[in-house]
């Protein structure tokens, strides 16, 4: 079975996950409507953690993408 990744967002967070890989990290990276990029912990791409970025203090997610 290969791995597989999922993201997630609202108004102010961006989140990603994966499971199922053997290894390897991921982390959310925001970008905010103000610009300023903000990152999420580095999780573990086989335990299905999550992984936020918030922007509240940035004025609200513009976009959000996984970090390898």
Known sequence: ???QCEP????N????HCWGYAEGQVRA?????DGS???????????GEWSYAYCVSGGGLASGQPGW
Not at 29 to 33: P, Q, R, S, V, Y
Not at 37 to 47: A, D, E, I, P
């Open 13 to 16: 967070t961006y989140g990603y």
């Open 29 to 33: 990276t925001a970008l905010c409507k």
């Open 1 to 3: 079975m290969a791995g």
């Open 8 to 11: 997630w967002s609202d108004e």
């Open 37 to 47: 990029l903000v990152f999420g912990q580095w999780r573990s791409m086989k335990s």
